[in-house]
């Protein structure tokens, strides 16, 4: 049997060799230990890729703690599945987690069951939230676009004498994007203020 090991740490600031002494001291001697320095919910995990891509049928993956290999308890399962499909067993060091034995397997089990919890109440707070931001009028989806009908009712409306603003209301644009369907009409600059008081406009 090949012990497979993964070591990961967060940041430079923290050492790898608090994991390897672990391993040690739980009579675990890896015969090939995979390490890298990156966040837990980076899902590049170039380390990680390449130590599952070298596990081979018969083989057990170690690991010190369950959070030093998964982003959450549905990424756990994934890779515990991806291992599983290759004839691969996986040991948990400070949980007492092996999947050679039955209790191990049950404890994984009681994961699947945190991860659909996980995802059904972040999916009810997406909604949730959803609600929220529409009762508060906040509107989702493509902004509008000024199609050549939208284009054509701009310009009926500006002849009609609407003023910038209303039409900006009535098509759901923005002022610039009115003006470009204007044919680059801005709004008037006054001009030089006459002797008569009169401003000329330009």
């Known amino acids: 049997m090949t012990l497979v090991a993964y070591i990961r740490v967060s ?17 675990a001697q890896p015969d090939h230990i995979f390490e890298e320095k990156r966040s837990g919910v980076d899902a590049n995990r170039p380390a990680l890729k390449e130590a599952l891509r070298f596990t081979r049928k018969g083989d057990t993956f170690v690991i010190t ?24 067993e996986l040991r948990v060091l400070d949980q007492s987690i092996d999947t050679s034995n039955p209790a191990g397997r049950a404890m994984l089990q009681m994961l699947g069951v945190f991860a659909e919890f996980e995802t059904a109440i972040r999916a009810e707070r997406q909604m949730d939230g959803i609600a ?4 508060d009028g906040t509107k989702f989806g493509r902004k509008p676009q000024a199609t050549p009908d939208v284009v054509a009712d701009i ?24 003006y470009r369907a204007l044919g680059g009409e801005g709004p008037k ?7 008569d008081g009169r401003t000329l406009l330009r």
């Open 11 to 27: 940041s430079v600031g923290q050492s790898l060799e608090v994991q390897r002494d672990k391993m040690l001291a739980a009579g």
């Open 65 to 88: 703690k369950i959070d030093r290999l998964a982003r959450s308890a549905a990424d756990l399962l994934s890779i515990v599945k991806e291992l599983q499909g290759k004839g691969v």
């Open 132 to 135: 929220k931001a529409k009762a």
């Open 155 to 178: 310009r009926r409306m500006r002849a009609e004498g609407l003023m910038i603003r209303e039409i900006m209301e009535k098509v759901g644009l923005s002022k610039a994007s009115v």
């Open 189 to 195: 600059r006054p001009g030089p203020v006459m002797a």
